[in-house]
């Protein structure tokens, strides 16, 4: 089954997929174009998430056939481990301001079904992630080893080295503006950390996978990307306009 779909960020129906009934696993997992924006150095970069239909089945899909971004790839960066359900802003590419190739395809095939969503610099995808027009809401700030982030992630954020089965403390602080937003009800936390597996070739525990500072263990030897996602009051993927949220990659190289 070929399936080609592209959210439009620009009104709260973008959170919407195809509809197909959600199941325990044997699902597939489809990839969800979520805009471009501007950079300051001219650059441009695209956006993307996912959509793991099944309800209890994380996927693990290795860079390849099953799993690439053409042309360019089949490696741009994107996940291997999918997490359940919907995931927004999971990693970016950055093209030349010109974008020579006018549009990138990130392919996806699991369980037997084929997912491919085509990624252009339409007007309609267009987004905003570092501040909310309306209500001039900013992203988290991340800190971590000195160094600011903020939006969506640009390439790691560090590099660290651990051992298997011996717990790596990762230290980094989560601030944000704590602007209210309407569109939210009263009582919607401000803040929300969270951590996971965002590549490697084993589990990864989190002794506190909801907190700005905790330890990582691997079980297995090689190379991971873990991510942190810092949620402000706009909640996941900005409530479908892409602000106001923050997230940042680190790899580990575990020995």
């Known amino acids: 089954m070929l399936i080609a779909i592209a959210l439009a960020s620009v ?84 093209v030349p301001g010109d974008f020579p190739e006018k549009q990138l395809t990130w392919t996806l095939v699991v369980n037997g079904k084929t997912a491919i969503i085509p990624m252009t610099l339409h007007k309609d995808y267009e987004i905003s992630p570092f501040k909310d027009p309306a209500l001039g809401n900013t992203p988290p700030v991340v800190q971590m080893k000195g160094t ?17 089965g011996t717990p790596l403390e990762i230290q980094t602080s989560v601030t944000d503006d704590m602007v209210v937003d309407p569109r939210r009800p009263p009582d919607a936390q401000k803040l929300v950390v969270s951590w996971s597996r965002f590549r490697g070739p084993g589990q990864v525990r989190f002794a506190a996978p909801r907190s700005a500072t905790t330890t990582a263990t691997f079980d297995t030897r090689g190379d991971y990307v873990i991510r942190l996602q810092a949620n402000d009051v706009s909640g996941e993927g900005g409530g479908g306009f892409q602000c106001c949220w923050t997230s940042i990659l680190i790899k580990v190289v575990v020995n």
């Open 11 to 94: 009104s709260a129906s973008a959170q919407q997929l195809p509809l197909e009934p959600l199941r325990e696993s044997g699902q597939n997992v489809t990839p969800a174009y979520e805009g471009w924006y501007r950079n300051a150095d001219g650059t441009i970069t695209l956006l993307a998430g996912y959509f793991n239909r099944n309800l209890n089945q994380e996927i693990d899909i290795p860079v390849g056939p099953d799993n690439h971004v053409a042309p360019g790839g089949p490696d741009r960066g994107q996940p291997t481990h999918f997490l359940t359900r919907r995931q927004w802003g999971m990693f970016t590419i950055v």
């Open 148 to 164: 600011r982030f903020q939006g969506p992630p640009r390439g790691l954020a560090a590099t660290l080295t651990a051992s298997a």
